[in-house]
């Protein structure tokens, strides 16, 4: 099992950057997948993007693809989440999730998660 961190949350303005952390622990591999979700009050559990450790692929939800990038920092196992060009239509609570091998849009598919960061932007 893999253990998931969040940090990095806070308020902020409409047009500002904020960078979300997560750091895994436990049974981190070359073959894990890191994903970050978000969810708004009343709102199901939406996919933001993912990170493929082994092929460095990323992928992102189409209202994110452009003013959002996800990289990882390798030497502390943390998938990093830049977001620029806020909107308070990104207002949630930012979650981490890992699974292996590939990367998946469906929470169902991912076997771990972390506790969440709160993310809020005023407009």
């Known amino acids: 099992q893999v253990q998931l961190v969040e940090s990095g949350g806070g308020l902020v303005q409409a047009g500002d950057s904020l960078r979300l952390s997560c750091a895994a622990s436990g049974r981190v591999g070359s073959a894990l997948v890191m994903a970050w979700f978000r969810q708004a009050p009343g709102e199901n559990r939406e996919f933001v993007g993912a990170?493929?450790?082994?092929?460095?692929?990323?992928h992102y939800a189409d209202s994110v693809k452009d003013r959002f990038t996800i990289s990882r920092d390798n030497s502390k196992n943390t998938l990093l989440l830049q977001m620029n060009s806020l909107k308070p239509e990104d207002t949630a609570m930012y979650f981490c999730a890992a699974r292996q091998y590939t990367i998946s849009m469906f929470q169902h598919e991912y076997n771990s998660w972390g506790q969440g960061t709160q993310v809020t932007v005023s407009s």
């Open positions: 990170f493929n450790w082994m092929t460095t692929r990323t």
